[in-house]
């Protein structure tokens, strides 16, 4: 860059606007530097600089340019709000805010200082406060679609989403091409379980540009719900192809395939979802999910382990750790992460019937029946605690009330082979052998196969002194 030496600061400013406009910022920021060296006091020059610096991503040196322009001319709104603007790209936030608002006091009625302002409150989750921010930025321009997008965030945020939802449709109405509000739009209605209107809202972030990866992802979580598998699966897929370090979509890849039975496919889904967010406890779940619907139970453990490591608040983890265990026969640790759900949640149903079915196996009959009778105080109709329950009385030989338990099931499930085999073995131990017959036949009728009916069935025949072919 070659000038006269008497060149004034004017025409430094005028050759960096120009090289700025043409996007050689390079260039333009020796301009500014020329500038600022016939002029030391120019805070335009400062400004301009600040505003290349921020093109080339020069943050912590655009901040010091700004800072400079400010300083110089304490009255200059636009310096004080992308000074607000680079420190919220450093995430200092609280000072960011601080910019802003002089930039508003400087000038009240700028529509961008104080929609950035809306933006740092929404990051400090200030966010009834950010609503008037985005609310004011409306008053001064409503026919903005930013603003009616920010707007739309902050009310997500504060779970009001019909408020959200008419927000978004606002900002559409503006520009019906605005693929983040499409987008978002979907994001608050698969929050209210509207996962067709969600699947039609990413249709149309991807109309608007077919490359946005979180709206193939979005795409695939509400197919999901939708109950269509291998849709989900396929769009999950296209999202990885478009950025193959997107952790959701790894995720949801892997939900879909869990539905659909393929847990080994699933299984890697999850594995690659976690070498990119190592902390997700859900992923960590879903991988020992997996792992335990293919036996791999010691390494579904682990992986229920790490996930409690990130959420030790996990109740269905804790139980699912805990029926692990089980399954590797270590029924005292089963029992003990029973407890610790029942810590968390003591109206878990699931953990009272689990931890039963563990102090089963350690014989420990008197507390199993007080957890099976727990579960059945929060969930009366769950014939599998009935039915258990009525075992471990049998263990104690408390025959009575195993009958009543098996009628109690009975009503609820009449044809439920196990209970009245277990109601026939009581009645055989009560020596009430007519009864006995009679309920070993309903048995057999409902499940011809089943051998431990036949053998009592001979039994009871012979107690009753009845031929066999009775």
């Known amino acids: 860059m070659e000038k006269s030496e008497n060149i004034c600061a004017e025409d430094w400013i005028a050759e960096g606007d120009a090289l700025s406009n043409n996007e050689q910022y390079e260039e333009a920021g020796e301009a500014y530097n020329m500038a600022i060296a016939c002029d030391p006091d120019s805070a335009t020059a400062w400004y301009n600089k600040g505003n290349t610096l921020l093109f080339l991503d020069r943050y912590e040196e655009a901040l010091a340019a ?223 999910f997996a792992l335990d619907e293919l036996h791999r139970y010691s390494e579904a453990v682990q992986a229920y382990s790490r996930s409690l490591e990130i959420n030790p608040d996990d109740t269905l983890a804790w139980d699912s750790m805990g029926v692990c265990l089980m399954n590797l026969e270590q029924f005292e640790e089963a029992a003990g992460a029973f407890d610790l759900a029942l810590d968390l949640d003591p109206e878990d149903a699931s953990a009272w019937y689990h931890k039963g079915c563990a102090l089963d196996e350690l014989h420990r009959y008197e507390e199993a029946v007080q957890a099976y009778c727990r579960s059945l105080e929060i969930s009366p109709d769950d014939t599998d605690s009935w039915l258990n329950m009525g075992m471990a009385l049998y263990n104690l030989e408390r025959y009575d009330e195993v009958i009543d338990a098996c009628d109690i099931s009975l009503e609820i499930s009449p044809d439920d082979a ?15 052998y007519e009864e006995a017959l009679w309920t070993y036949n309903r048995v057999l009728a409902i499940d011809p196969e089943h051998a431990h009916a036949w053998y009592n069935k001979g039994i009871a025949q012979n107690k009753v002194r009845r031929c066999p072919c009775c």
Request: charged share 30%; aromatic share 12%; with cysteine.
């Open 66 to 288: 700004f800072d400079r322009a400010t300083a110089i001319a304490p009255e200059f709104a636009s310096a004080w709000y992308n000074k607000g603007y680079v420190l919220g790209k450093l995430q200092r936030y609280e000072e960011a805010l601080a910019a802003s608002c002089q930039a508003i006091a400087i000038e009240p009625r700028k529509v961008s200082a104080w929609q950035y302002k809306g933006y740092v409150l929404e990051e400090l989750e200030r966010y009834e406060e950010a609503l008037e921010a985005y609310d004011q930025e409306i008053a001064l321009d409503s026919d903005t679609a930013t603003a009616w997008y920010g707007k739309g965030n902050i009310l997500d945020r504060l779970s009001r989403y019909d408020e959200a939802l008419a927000a978004y449709r606002h900002a559409l109405s503006f520009d019906p091409d605005y693929a983040a509000a499409w987008y978002n739009n979907g994001c608050t209605l698969e929050k209210q379980e509207r996962y067709e209107e969600a699947l039609t809202s990413y249709d149309e972030v991807i109309r608007c540009d077919p490359g946005h990866a979180p709206a193939w992802t979005g795409r695939g979580y509400a197919l999901e719900e939708l109950g269509r598998y291998e849709e989900a699966c396929a769009a999950h897929k296209h999202a990885i192809l478009l950025d193959p370090n997107d952790a959701a979509a790894w995720y949801g890849k892997g939900n879909a395939l869990t539905e659909l039975g393929r847990n080994e496919e699933a299984l890697a889904a999850y594995t690659r979802a976690l070498e990119i967010d190592p902390e997700d406890a859900s992923a960590w779940y879903n991988k020992g």
């Open 418 to 432: 196990d209970v009245w085999s277990i109601r026939g073995d009581a009645l055989m131990r009560l020596k009430q």
